[in-house]
């Protein structure tokens, strides 16, 4: 309250005090003992009411006076003289007192007459002003800094705030933060397979159109681009830029992916490395590692990476496109080879609860070290293995001696051992995590699309979402190695268990190189019949998988089914059960999700309609587009099945913005 309003409680009761003594003197003409009373009342209450005026202003003096000592009005100076908008509440932040500055700042009065703090503060509450020593506040058109203190009086608590219009210094602000630079590389995708397919008149005027595309998308965004190759352009885009393309999820990536020739989509796509830095030349080093992240990941998508931050992507919908070049392939094969020809031992090692394609690929590798003269051993775990048929013919062909557990591995490592991780590329997926940190020299072979938790600190890195599984390309690393003394029909069959395991026999992912690495694998004496068995279940788990199709619900053409029960193969009996409910009609994806130990475990299935890695990814987990999986910790599955299911609500609204 202001001073002059003070007054007015000294005004009010006095007329009413006149009135008394009006009313008293008329009712003494009719009773004059009557009126004695009256008056004797009156003069009680207006004593009483004097004294507890003289009191509270008193107090109110007070007030002032502390609140002025809080904010060092040197020399006597009042409120009013104070040169910056202030304002004091109470414990509850409604207003008591404000200085003329504060009310001229207000313009509505009717917000100081009955107001609150949070009125002039963006609708932030008294404790969330309190907890910051300069809250961002904005009113009106202005913004300011709110600075608070605090002063206690007769056992009141009140609040002074005193407002700093920075609205320049903001403005400032916000255009160096909206300027700052990034840098954007931006690769096409398989250019020489797309080349192959049309001839040379045509293939120019196609890239014309991409190029044409590509150039009067950069013109849009007010940024420097430039062609630094055949197929890469490198282009500087102020933050605001960076924004525009983020609201829009990259729309250059849909528009190239959708361009037709002929009526025919031509099937260009695009990679992209977005780099944020403190300097240029940080920009670009993280434009260069969010590219070559965006290219191991099947391409078609752009990947942000900013200092101190996870890298966040956009696109990735489509399928990658295959390589039918081999010639990294035989480099790595050369170079994995004298690896493992310097090193002292080998110790082959896949991903937790390893599958027909894990320890296939293991095994294949085996015989890859030991045409190099170097005995390898397979680390795992094999009561967790869901690889059970191949474990039993590789004990039952007198093999045992290739399998070898995490526990005893991690005793008799050295610093000369080689360490090759398989079928995954995730240090939290090894199926040992001790003995990667104990391991001097690595190398990693995977085909899964990269994730940002990779194995950073391996020797060799081969990694290529485009083909089917592992065991390919492991088969293709056999072919210009001379394995021939060392490989035979153990090695062939479970190489080719892996290949039709990760392909739904040839029917998902099977490029033309999955078709060769059959080829060659039965050339070498792989037999299909023996693979199928493989493959095969007791009568119990085929009841339980059946089970669970039956309990299958319908969510936006995905069929989730939650299991109640256990069993011994439980993750194999969810796996193929996700791969049975894509046989149903209208099915784009599979969700089975299981409990093991306390942790909700999904396994996601598709037929390349959804890219159901990047709805596992949303859950912490990964894989492929039409296989990947998750695990939930701390979760009920009846909660696990509600956050898969806004997994999948975000996925169809990111995929139609």
């Not at 009373?37 to 109110?60: H, N, P, Q």
């Not at 496109?321 to 002292?344: F, H, N, P, Q, W």
């Not at 069959?493 to 080829?519: C, P, Q, W, Y």
């Not at 792989?526 to 788990?541: C, I, L, R």
Request: glycine letters at 6%; a neutral charge.
């Amino acid at each position: 309250m202001s001073f002059k309003r003070f007054r007015t409680f000294l005004v009010v009761p006095a007329c009413f005090v006149l009135s008394a003594i009006l009313f008293a003197v008329i009712t003494s003409r009719y009773n004059r003992m009557l009126a004695i009373v009256e008056l004797c009342g009156i003069a009680a209450m207006s004593i009483v009411y004097l004294v507890w005026t003289y009191f509270a202003r008193k107090d109110f003096v007070k007030l002032v006076l502390s609140v002025a000592a809080k904010v060092d009005l040197l020399k006597n100076r009042s409120l009013s003289s104070f040169p910056i908008p202030v304002v004091i509440t109470n414990s509850v932040g409604e207003i008591e007192l404000f200085n003329p500055l504060f009310s001229a700042m207000a313009s509505d009065s009717r917000k100081l007459e009955r107001g609150n703090i949070s009125d002039f503060t963006s609708g932030a509450a008294l404790e969330q002003i309190l907890s910051h020593q300069g809250f961002n506040a904005r009113y009106g058109d202005k913004y300011f800094s709110v600075y608070s203190g605090e002063t206690k009086l007769k056992g009141r608590t009140y609040y002074i705030f005193y407002f700093i219009d920075d609205t320049e210094l903001k403005a400032v602000s916000a255009e160096y933060k909206l300027s700052r630079p990034s840098v954007i590389l931006v690769s096409i995708d398989g250019a020489e397979e797309i080349q192959a397919n049309y001839n040379s008149n045509d293939y120019a005027e196609i890239r014309l159109k991409i190029d044409k595309m590509i150039d009067e998308w950069s013109s849009s965004l007010n940024c420097i681009f430039h062609r630094i190759g055949g197929d890469r352009y490198i282009m500087v885009v102020e933050e605001r830029g960076l924004l525009s393309m983020i609201s829009s999820r990259f729309k250059i990536l849909d528009d190239v992916r959708g361009y037709k020739f002929n009526d025919k989509t031509v099937g260009f796509t695009l990679s992209m490395g977005v780099g944020h830095g403190e300097n240029l030349p940080e920009c670009e080093e993280n434009a260069r590692q969010a590219l070559d992240m965006a290219h191991s990941r099947g391409g078609d998508q752009a990947a942000i990476k900013r200092p101190g931050s996870s890298y966040e992507f956009f696109g990735g919908i489509s399928k990658g496109i295959e390589r039918k070049t081999k010639v990294r392939t035989r480099i790595m094969a050369s170079a994995i080879t004298d690896l493992i020809r310097v090193s002292g031992d080998v110790m082959i090692m896949g991903h937790k609860y390893p599958d027909l394609d894990s320890l296939g690929s293991a095994v294949g590798l085996c015989s890859v070290a030991a045409a190099a003269g170097k005995r390898a051993s397979i680390i795992t775990d094999v009561s967790r293995s869901l690889a059970r048929p191949l474990i039993e013919r590789i004990i039952a062909e007198g093999r045992a001696d290739l399998i070898e557990s995490p526990a005893s591995a991690i005793q008799r490592i050295t610093k000369k051992t080689l360490l090759i991780v398989v079928d995954t590329h995730t240090a939290d997926f090894v199926e040992s995590n001790e003995l990667l940190g104990k391991a001097s020299s690595v190398i990693v072979i995977d085909h899964h699309r990269k994730s940002v938790n990779y194995i950073n600190n391996a020797l060799l890195f081969f990694h290529d979402p485009s083909a089917s599984s592992a065991s390919e390309m492991v088969t293709e690393i056999i072919q210009y190695i001379d394995t021939k003394q060392m490989f035979d029909k153990l090695e062939a069959d479970a190489l080719l268990s892996g290949i039709m395991l990760d392909t739904r026999n040839f029917v998902l992912r099977a490029g033309v190189r999955s078709f060769e690495a059959a080829a060659f694998l039965k050339r070498r004496g792989a037999d299909t019949v023996k693979v199928k068995k493989m493959f095969s279940s007791s009568f119990e788990s085929y009841k339980l998988r059946n089970e669970i199709i039956l309990n299958a619900q319908m969510f936006r053409n995905c069929a989730v089914s939650k299991v109640d029960f256990d069993a011994p193969d439980i993750r194999v009996i969810c796996a193929q059960a996700a791969d049975e409910l894509l046989n149903i009609s209208d099915v784009d994806a599979s969700f089975v999700l299981f409990d093991s130990n306390g942790i909700i475990n999904i396994s996601a299935r598709s037929l390349g309609n959804m890219n159901v890695q990047i709805i596992m990814e949303s859950l912490g987990g990964g894989g492929h587009q039409t296989m990947a999986a998750a695990q939930l910790s701390d979760c009920a599955i009846n909660s696990a099945v509600s956050r898969l299911h806004a997994a999948i609500d975000d996925y169809y609204l990111k995929l139609n913005k």
